[in-house]
């Protein structure tokens, strides 16, 4: 995610808001929404029905969220592979890392699945992605492992999951319907 936008600056205003959400979390639910192809302009009223039961954030708050979704469908929408998990930084603490990582995920998936809502009954490819991320979803670190192998197995893991995150974005979204303009005026060679 494009540093623009501080983790730790949204992670704070949603703890301030009393909103029971990370930073990741948030991200992790506004990405599997975009991703399972909403591209609705209501994405706000059901963000807000999914974290603060069903009340408007506060302004400041909402700017940041406005700008997390807006930056976010860029990063997917320009489909050079831009799109980033919106993280602590590799700064902090591994183990801080890989519980947010877990929350992104598990998160993802609860976006994923709202607008989605038959994900039960997917196939090929698209299915293996979801019952990966549900694994990925239930793993957890112990405080005993090895901090630097965590480390390289949690950034093998984070890049799955991005590219993961991309192939349900390039799945879910490729039967969007053309405006009608373009739709009734074939280009003319």
Not at 55 to 65: D, E, G, K, M, T
Not at 115 to 122: A, G, P, S
């Amino acid at each position: 995610m494009n540093n623009q936008l501080s983790y730790i600056i949204l992670d704070e205003e949603l703890a301030r808001q009393q909103i029971g959400m990370t930073a990741a979390e948030m991200h992790g639910l506004i990405s599997g929404m975009l991703c399972a192809g909403n591209k609705s302009v209501c994405w706000q009223p059901l963000l807000h029905e999914l974290t603060n039961d069903g009340v408007a954030f506060s302004a400041p708050l909402s700017q940041y969220i406005r700008q997390l979704y807006t930056e976010t469908a860029k990063q997917l929408d320009e489909g050079n592979f831009t799109f980033q998990l919106f993280l602590p930084s590799d700064d902090e603490d591994i183990f801080s890392r890989a519980n947010a990582f877990a929350g992104w995920v598990n998160h993802f998936l609860l976006g994923l699945g709202v607008i989605q809502t038959r994900l039960d009954k997917l196939s090929g490819d698209i299915r293996d992605v979801v019952n990966d991320l549900r694994n990925i979803a239930q793993l957890g670190c112990d405080e005993d492992d090895n901090p630097e192998e965590l480390a390289q197995d949690l950034e093998e893991v984070i890049e799955y999951v991005r590219v993961a995150g991309m192939l349900c974005y390039s799945t879910f979204t490729q039967n969007v319907v053309l405006p009608q303009e373009t739709a009734h005026n074939p280009v003319l060679h």
